[in-house]
């Protein structure tokens, strides 16, 4: 058995497209470029690095179906800013909430989705690979991940000074990096109670080709 290739996984290349037609349809006219730009960042990065390793080590379908998701969260995001996505003032005036909250969710899956890719590299390429410390580093990770987003966000603000208000998307909130980094653990949890089994599974499958 072996994860080597001679192809790109197709599921690889149609969340490819998915995310690419995103990104095009975002960077139309966009209510930042300078935010834009900072937004789909992650998304320069993952990609690139996920077509790299596709060959040799390939990821589950569940995941990269997962990554697509959260990249189209962020496409959104980074075209209205998060304070301004029409979702969240849609569900601001329906529950009556004091603010937009799309950055909460963004924040949520900041959590949800990284959780699923640190518990596949944990329990593919390391010696955790079960139990209750699986759980606890995968977790663990994913609110380090988030509180070294948060420097990022800090570093940003210290470097462009108001003009990155619109990327902190902070609303007035004095906790709103609390509440971040507070979500995305959540987010880790959710992901590990309901995603495990699936999970599994799914890297068994991966493995037997």
């Known amino acids: 058995m072996t994860e080597a290739g001679d192809e790109w996984p197709p599921t690889l290349l149609w969340a490819t497209l998915v995310v690419a037609a995103g990104l095009v349809w975002s960077g139309i006219a966009p209510f930042d470029r300078l935010t834009w730009y900072l937004e789909i960042f992650p998304i320069a990065i993952v990609f690139p690095l996920m077509y790299a390793t596709a060959r040799r080590h390939p990821l589950t379908p569940l995941l990269y179906v997962l990554i697509a998701f959260h990249a189209l969260i962020l496409v959104l995001g980074a075209h209205y800013t998060y304070a301004r996505v029409p979702l969240g003032f849609w569900a601001q005036d329906l529950l009556d909430l004091s603010r937009n909250n799309y950055d909460r969710i963004a924040h949520v899956a900041q959590g ?11 329990k593919r390429w390391s010696p955790v690979k079960s139990g209750p410390w699986l759980a606890f580093m995968t977790v663990a990770t994913c609110l380090a991940i988030s509180a070294s987003y948060e420097f990022v966000e800090w570093w ?15 609303q007035g909130d004095v906790w709103d990096t609390q509440w971040d980094m507070f979500l995305a653990t959540l987010g880790a949890i959710a992901a590990i109670a309901t995603l495990s089994g699936a999970h599994d599974r ?4 991966l493995a037997a080709r």
């Open 112 to 122: 949800f989705i990284p959780a699923i890719a640190v518990r596949e590299v944990f």
């Open 156 to 170: 940003v603000a210290i470097a462009a000074g108001v003009a990155a208000e619109d990327f902190l998307a902070t």
């Open 202 to 205: 799914a890297i068994a499958k």
